[in-house]
């Protein structure tokens, strides 16, 4: 059963067409969950770290929220310079001692002028 | 601070050979994680090092190997090469200071490898 799910898989938008991804999670007792932006045959790039339910974090267009379910990246006003596949990812299990990351399947967004 | 970096950036090998990766931290960073990436299954830990000891380890078969040097350095390794060990092989490193939340892990560039 996947823990971190990601919606939709891709999404396309008209330059200044503001929307969302979705990331949903399955593990108890979160203990972080992260955005990252990847653009092709690079590494991710950290985004946002989220801990705790109605927790929001801002940077330039993107702004990330979480509930207990699940975490948006609301993006607004897009430009094509956001063109990428945003990662989400969480630990696999609630307790101490996982220092590995689950990542969802990702989101890849393209932004035509 | 400079980022995590890896070498080598790409390398094409054949199979049955084995190859070795390099990752060094940020510095300051005492925790590596290695993950391979893949067009089909995404992004897939393989293990973790802190202090030179394996702490996690993700669901590869054995042929794939790591270690980390005293200096937080990490290398790891794939023997007896196979096709589907094609993919990009990236490697995080985060603070390792411990805690009960999981520390944010910064990626490096990634190296990529096709076996032929």
């Known amino acids: 059963e996947d823990q971190v799910t990601q919606s939709p898989e891709a999404l396309r938008l008209q330059e200044g067409e503001s929307s969302s991804l979705n990331c949903s999670y399955t593990?108890?007792?979160?203990?972080?969950l992260f955005w990252y932006r990847q653009d092709p045959g690079k590494g991710p790039e950290f985004l946002f770290t989220?801990?705790?339910a109605g927790e929001e974090k801002e940077k330039e267009r993107l702004k990330a929220t979480l509930t207990k379910k699940e975490s948006f990246l609301h993006i607004t006003a897009p430009k094509p310079e956001d063109s990428a596949t945003y990662l989400c990812?969480?630990?696999?299990?609630?307790?101490?001692?996982?220092?590995?990351?689950?990542f969802g399947k990702g989101t890849k967004l393209s932004v035509i002028p | 601070k400079a980022g995590v970096t890896q070498t080598p950036r790409y390398l094409i090998k054949t199979r049955g050979q084995q190859v070795t990766l390099s990752c060094s931290p940020i510095s300051g960073h005492r925790s590596v994680s290695w993950y391979q990436q893949t067009p089909g299954q995404g992004l897939q830990f393989l293990f973790e090092y802190f202090s030179e000891t394996q702490r996690n380890k993700g669901n590869f078969p054995g042929r794939f190997s790591g270690r980390q040097f005293s200096n937080s350095r990490s290398e790891m390794n794939v023997s007896t090469l196979e096709l589907g060990d094609s993919a990009l092989y990236l490697c995080?490193?985060?603070?390792?200071?411990?805690?009960?939340?999981?520390?944010?892990?910064?990626f490096g560039p990634g190296t990529r490898l096709l076996v032929l």
């Open positions: 593990v108890s007792g979160l203990r972080g």
């Open positions: 995080a490193s985060s603070p390792g200071t411990g805690g009960a939340l999981q520390e944010t892990q910064y």
């Open positions: 989220l801990y705790s």
């Open positions: 990812a969480a630990p696999p299990y609630s307790g101490a001692g996982s220092y590995q990351l689950t």
